[in-house]
């Protein structure tokens, strides 16, 4: 699993408290990738090729699946910032 600077820096901003969640949703996605709780789905348009996972109800983080099983995060935040 590999985290890019731009994930980083979003993650870096979010609230403490979805920080943890995050952290906790990403750890199940590392067990289980299509677990019903993720609400793992594929991406259109400008994330075309990418997939989006539910960190809660509001927040969503975005990953490019590798060809080895593992994911690349892109991009993390609310749905309203990411899906303009």
Excluded: C, W
Excluded at 42 to 58: F, H, Q, V
């Amino acid at each position: 699993m590999f985290f890019h600077k731009h994930f980083d820096k979003r993650f870096a901003k979010l609230p403490i408290k979805i920080q943890r969640k995050a952290l906790e949703i990403i750890q199940l996605f590392r067990k289980e990738p299509y677990a019903q709780i993720l609400d793992n789905h594929a991406l259109g348009g400008k994330y075309l090729g990418l997939r989006s996972i539910d960190i809660t109800g509001d927040f969503r983080a975005i990953y490019d699946p590798l060809a080895d099983d593992s994911a690349h995060f892109v991009d993390v935040g609310k749905h309203s910032q990411l899906y303009r």
